[in-house]
């Protein structure tokens, strides 16, 4: 049996591109939660939260929320809030072994329901998401900066409600956009209280920006938190110029995931080197195996969405397979 140790180190390892900020002078911030900042301008309109950290390795988002704070932005209306999720993870980060610090305990994208808030359990990770629910229950509109392990085109994780999806295609980026429900080991902070209610008029989006440690990854995340505010209105686009990748906006492509595929066992396996929005022409086509069990397409024209083994273990969600939408 194989270990993830072995695992990873078969895997591609990729450069460090990208200078880790210092975040430690934002500890402080003005919420009462270490490592929030928000600006209030004292005019009506909507509470706008863009968030980095959620994995602790995922250093685009912290760049971008860091090159935020420091331009000083204001809101025109409303208010803004600016934080770094799992600032333990990050602090602990080692680039010998860039994959080990997603999480400590476990994952904090994965806590986001009243069940695990109340219930007995205690990790570094709930515990922090136990700090942070109060702000992000006040949140209108949020964006959550992530990251990914392979490199791959950017994607915009919309949830599965059309006022998710009509929000992605408001915001315009970036060229792929997933409509997904979420993974079923844990609820995200993407699908929390109102943002995962149709009735709610809250809304929430989750930018994949790239590969960790790209420069390209910086310079969507910073684009795409850019756009964000520009959307929700409580930044004027000229406050953000610098920060705005010039160039024609590419049309938007959308894919409805219609099934995780999780592991059951430790010698999952891909068929082929995917990384991430492969077209599978046939149905059928065996794209894994996971100990002795084949894992076939469902459908022709299946796409692969996000695969890797960086955090393989049983009951991980280790790629998804989607349909093309654009003719929805």
């Known amino acids: 049996m194989n270990t993830l140790e072995q695992i990873r180190a078969k895997l591609q390892v990729y450069p460090m591109e990208v200078k880790f900020p210092d975040i430690r002078r934002w500890q402080h911030g003005n919420t009462g939660v270490d490592y929030v900042h928000a600006f209030d301008s004292g005019l009506a309109g909507p509470h706008v939260m863009i968030m980095a950290l959620t994995h602790g390795n995922e250093v ?32 602990r980060f080692d680039s010998k072994n860039p994959d080990a610090t997603r999480f400590i305990d476990e994952d ?118 850019s756009r964000f505010l520009i959307k929700t209105g409580v930044v004027a686009a000229t406050k953000l110029d610098n920060f705005l990748t010039p160039g024609k906006i590419l049309s938007q492509h959308f894919f ?7 592991a059951d066992t430790i010698d999952f396996e891909f068929t082929q080197d995917f990384r991430g929005l492969e077209l599978i022409e046939h149905a059928g086509t065996v794209i894994a195996r996971d100990g ?16 890797s083994l960086r955090h393989l273990a049983p009951g991980v969600t280790v790629m998804r397979l989607a349909k093309v939408l654009d003719d929805r």
């Open 60 to 91: 685009s988002g912290a760049i971008a929320v860091d090159k935020l704070l420091r331009a000083e932005l204001r809101p025109l209306k409303g208010r803004i809030t600016l934080g770094f999720a799992n600032v333990e993870a990050y602090h």
């Open 108 to 225: 904090l994208n994965r806590v986001w329901s009243p069940s695990r808030f109340d219930s007995c359990d205690d990790t570094l990770e709930l515990r922090r998401a136990r700090e942070l629910r109060p702000i992000i229950d006040s949140v209108d509109f949020l964006l959550d900066l992530h990251s990914m392990h392979e490199e791959a085109p950017p994607l915009l994780l919309s949830g599965p409600l059309q006022k998710g999806i009509r929000f992605a295609e408001e915001t315009g980026i970036p060229e792929h956009v997933i409509v997904d429900v979420g993974h079923p080991n844990g609820k995200r902070m993407r699908d929390y209280g109102g943002f995962g209610d149709a009735a709610s008029s809250k809304n929430a989006l989750l930018i994949e920006t790239g590969q960790h440690f790209s420069l390209q990854s910086q310079d969507v995340a910073l684009d795409a938190a």
């Open 256 to 262: 409805q995931v219609t099934q995780p595929i999780v």
């Open 292 to 307: 002795g069990r084949e894992i076939f397409t469902p459908y022709d024209n299946c796409v692969i969405i996000m695969p």
